[in-house]
């Protein structure tokens, strides 16, 4: 899984850039503010259909222009492709592969895969249980193309119950599609649990192993899905949970209309991360969050390539600068198989080896 080439016009601070990459290392260096973020976002889009900052679509579209592209040549499963996003700040998005427009964002899955690695992620452990759901649902919208739209949907239907369960005080006809509503979201749930929990149990297996390694075989890392109640959902099926799920929610029926809030489903699933059998979350030093984390992201491009035969493609954007040298070393020395993107203010900052590559970027532009 490689980038070959990619090519921005009127992207954030880019007006016109084109730039080849190395199969290997490829170091993007330069001061700050000057879009070597913006060109790991650019690839990250073309990964996954959105992007990883919290603005929207339109805000990828330079300032002085009303549209902008991005497209990249691509290796994946010794496939060339093409793949291209339009932007437009009067109409919606248009994605293409091979020049074929694709009819909505989920048909992405699988063309193109990232692990995306920033110092955001370094509070996976700390931080509340909605940053380890992104980070299942990041990885599962690429290596399951159904994945995506379920979770889509169940979105879409989370936010129509709730806004049912705020105002059916005001307006009881509401009440009317609450059923309806609840059916379609346990079984929604109930797919998306069956989902995540695999791949937490395939995250638990890697990570633990590269957390030992890390902390010189003192530590013990293990990673347990967590789902509504007291379910558990080791190797059930969507059939077998949906009994469950409905159940649940028959439980917290009037709980919910008293509170206005959705207090059954998948989103209330979190991983529940230990060190040593004690909570991370709560005990877990500074020190040992961060090797944790790092150790989940590491293990997350393994669980693509046990699943797709090859490495996704690694974007670290800038996080090796938050981490102390013994980090830095392990991270790698873990990464010198596939393509990696490393961001960075200080080109010193990375030995490069064979075959690497480093990029400049200077006022949107490479040098």
Wanted: some cysteine.
């Amino acid at each position: 899984m490689t980038v070959k080439k990619l090519s921005l016009e009127r992207f954030r601070n880019y007006e016109s850039a084109a730039v080849e990459f190395s199969d290997t290392i490829n170091v993007i260096c330069g001061k700050n503010a000057q879009g070597k973020t913006n060109l790991i976002e650019a690839i990250y889009y073309l990964a996954t259909g959105r992007t990883f900052r919290s603005s929207g679509d339109k805000d990828l579209i330079n300032f002085n222009f009303q549209d902008s592209i991005i497209n990249a040549d691509i290796v994946s499963s010794e496939r060339s492709q093409k793949i291209e996003a339009r932007f437009s700040r009067s109409s919606r998005r248009q994605l293409f592969v091979n020049e074929n427009k694709l009819k909505k964002g989920s048909e992405l899955a699988g063309r193109l895969t990232a692990v995306l690695f920033s110092p955001d992620d370094l509070t996976i452990i700390k931080d509340g249980a909605s940053v380890r759901r992104k980070l299942m649902d990041s990885c599962l919208s690429q290596l399951r193309p159904t994945y995506h739209a379920v979770l889509t949907e169940f979105n879409r239907l989370y936010d129509h119950k709730t806004r049912i369960l705020k105002d059916h005080h005001e307006k009881p006809a509401l009440l009317e599609l609450l059923d309806d509503h609840n059916l379609r979201l346990a079984e929604l749930s109930a797919r998306l649990i069956y989902y995540r929990s695999a791949f937490a149990g395939g995250l638990s297996k890697r990570a633990s192993v590269i957390h030992n390694e890390f902390s010189g075989g003192k530590e013990n890392l293990t990673i347990h899905y967590k789902t509504v109640g007291d379910m558990d959902s080791t190797d059930k099926k969507p059939d077998e949970l949906l009994p469950e799920l409905l159940a649940h929610q028959e439980k917290h029926k009037l709980a919910e209309l008293r509170s206005g809030l959705c207090l059954s489903g998948a989103h209330k699933d979190d991983l529940d991360i230990c060190i040593n059998g004690t909570p991370a979350r709560k005990f877990a030093s500074q020190g040992q969050a961060r090797t944790a984390a790092i150790s989940i992201k590491l293990a997350e491009r393994y669980i693509h390539y046990d699943d797709k035969g090859e490495y996704p493609v690694l974007l670290l954007d800038d996080v090796l600068s938050e981490l102390d040298p013994k980090r830095q070393s392990f991270v790698l020395e873990r990464i010198t198989t596939g393509q990696v993107f490393i961001t960075c203010c200080d080109e010193a900052a990375v030995t490069l080896g064979e075959g690497a590559k480093m990029i400049e970027i200077e006022s949107g532009g490479v040098k």
